[in-house]
């Protein structure tokens, strides 16, 4: 097998045409289509009493206005819960249009159907609401309060509650080991709510013939919208057809489905018999789609002289907004992935789900992990300065060692499955974060301080995906999976798989994504799984693929299958290159023909003396064509880790804070492109440092988004961002055939740690809140020295 090109820095191959005005982006699409705009509420809590239509009416261009009461039953009922759990006791979705109340500034409330947009928006903003408004809850301890109720049917504003505890060896539980422990603290964390904000927003276009929907949507899982929306309108799932075109970024956003719009926009080309998009503004974005992050954390632990953990207690209270469409995977994460690379003595973690009147919160980039990253590395450098030690130290004596793999956590992961981690080698990250950082050598003053954070990220969660590769009679390779790509390279790297497997030029490489005409089964594009379960899933089909092509190339050369190999699309007896056959006359030889369409065609025909009339064309069992599918369906989740260190100089005027080195240490498994890897870790690291010190989602206490635009939410530019350097450590994961973890997530999960630890470390006083901006900075000055 050519594995050359599996580990090398390969150019991304999706580039040029993007980064040329090529790409098809979902508002490309769809030119002469009727254009849907919505009305939204513009209060976080209210009754709706009445809706008049009858001032748009007179709107040119107008075609429909559609309010709840005028969907079908099946159209109009509350959007299904996608991942339901025991814990999640009252879980409450939203309708696809407001019925009767309406829970947070941006719900729609009627969708309006015109000849443009203009039209329809201007159909909107004569459409009249009658609200009766209702006390909204807005943060997490008015939530916990329970004055208010966001669901009336929702007793304390609770969703969900989940403990889990993991003994220590003893069996002594977290309570009685912190009693029991030399040393102990407790303390308060708070993590506030951001959200992803992708260049380009939600967006959907369907068509309909009369029979068949086809539907484009800037989603990150097609195949999931395809059931979806074939459940929510009736249709049988072969007549639904759903194709994710190039998509503007995604950081977990769009893994949501169906969003209202997604049923609604076909549903009114069904009704209308007339192409339908819809593209979300900003604004839409800001107030309407999904947030994250916001948590509060209380804390306690024990430890002993060395600083180890004997136990470990965390409360967390987790702000859902005001629906859970996506269940609580966010909470779990957090509560399980807080441990990190670390043996706790014993654990205890329970979390508290609470609905406000703001936005839904679903998976951001890192999902989670990065609030409990923030909990677990503040807790060990609080125990440094505890202790009057340096916090690798306390990190390291921390440690699960490397002889200690595959080592299980005694937890729950968010699959449903032991946290169990299959591989890493936690002292030798931190040995190359030190060297990379100069940690033991960095010279410390007034107003400059240096900060690290250690994670470990569960990847490839199943259940599955897979994966399609045929060679065509021009020697060309076609791969398809049903995932979809948001910019990750996917293209790339899925290509590299299959030219190693298959020992073909990467030119001859295509390869195609979220189109469920080509793929129809698939999961979709989330938590760091792209490259582990397809990748490992398009792997096996090549091998298929493969195995086939060697047989029918050792008939044809009268050799043994096991004496060939393939370099270079040439299918060769080992040891003697001479005696080959291009794998382009293989793929025309798999297909036995009767009908001579060209010159290579006629090779396969009955006549032309290349079959035995001893066996029939297609032997039993076997398929015509050189193709093959596969599926990869891992056991557990593997876990990639990392370990990042940061310089900060504070100014100590405007308290400005400056990230002047930034270094990540990065463990993923086998490589299949470093070139790939580094550009998400940058990618990532960037996003990280905007959480960090920039983005946060304001609301007032009548629920209204304060900062809904790009003047208010600030994000940092490229001159906020240092180099950042990066090195690799690759512990093979022995849970998958390539040996490969994920790496999509990981340079934005400890960003927000590393960042605090760094700040605390130049001005000397504890930092425990994040996002942390100048003026925050200035008024704990003023707090910590009088």
Known sequence: MTTKLFGEPVQRREDPRLLTGQGRYLDDLGREALAAAFVRSPHAHARIRDIDVGPALDVEG????????????????????????PALTHGRTAYPLAREVVRHVGEPVVMVVATDRYAAEDACALIEVDYELRKPVVGLEEAVHGAQLVHEDVPGNVGAHLVQEV?????????????????????????????????????????????????????QTSTSVRMAVAAALG????????????VGGGFGVKIVHP????????????????????????????????????QVQHVRVGFDDEGRVLGLDVSILHDHGAYTPYGIIVPIVTSTQLLGPYRVGAYRVEFTAVYTNTVQVTPYRGAGRPQGVFCMERTMDKIARYLGKDRTTVREANFIRPEEFPYDQGMIFQDGRPLIYDSGDYPEMLRMIKELIGWDSFERRPGRGIGIGCYVEGTGVGPYEGGHVQ???????????????????????????????????????????????????????????????????????????????????????????????????????????????????????????????????????????TASPDRPPVAEGDEPGLEGRDYYSPIRST????????????????????????????DCGRLINPMIVEGQIHGGVAQGIGGALYERMVYDQHGQLVNASFMDFLMPYATEIPHVETDHLETPSPLNPLGIKGAGEAGVIPVSAVIASAVEDAEGFAVDRMPISPSELFEARRRNRG
């Open 62 to 85: 107008l075609v429909a206005v559609y309010t709840w009461e005028d969907l079908p039953e099946r159209v109009g009922r509350a959007l299904p819960l996608l991942i339901p759990h």
């Open 167 to 219: 003994a220590a060896p003893g069996g002594h539980g977290a309570g009685e080991a912190i009693e029991a422990a030399p040393h102990t603290l407790s303390f308060r964390l708070d993590i506030e709510r951001s959200a992803s904000m992708p260049l380009e927003g939600r967006g959907v276009y369907a068509r309909w013939d009369g029979r068949d929907l086809r539907v484009y949507s800037s989603t």
């Open 235 to 246: 249709l049988p799932l072969p007549q639904v057809e759903v194709i994710a075109p190039d």
């Open 259 to 294: 969003w209202p719009e997604e049923v609604l926009v076909p549903w009114a080309a069904m009704t209308l018999g007339r192409e339908v998009k819809w593209a979300e503004d900003r604004r839409e974005h800001f107030i309407s789609s999904a947030h994250e992050r916001a």
């Open 471 to 609: 060679i065509t009679s021009d020697g060309r390779v076609h791969v398809s999976t049903g995932l979809t790509s948001q910019g990750q390279g996917h293209e790339t790297a899925f290509a590299q798989i299959a030219a190693a497997e298959l020992g073909v030029p990467i030119e001859r490489v295509s390869v195609v994504t979220g189109d469920t005409r080509r793929f129809a089964y698939a999961v979709g594009t989330f938590a760091s799984r792209a490259a582990v379960v397809s990748g490992n899933a398009i792997a096996l089909a090549c091998r298929k693929v493969r195995e086939k092509a060697l047989r029918i190339a050792a008939d044809a050369l009268e050799a043994d299958p096991a004496d060939l190999d393939i370099a270079d699309g040439l299918v060769h007896v080992a040891g003697t290159p001479s005696a080959s056959i291009p794998l382009s006359t293989v793929a025309v030889l798999a297909n036995p023909l009767r009908y001579a369409f060209d010159e290579e065609a006629a090779k396969a025909t009955q006549f032309s003396g």
């Open 639 to 666: 876990f990639a880790a990392g370990m990042h260190a940061a310089v900060v100089e504070t100014d100590p005027d405007t308290a400005e804070i400056k990230v002047v080195r930034y270094a990540v240490v990065h």
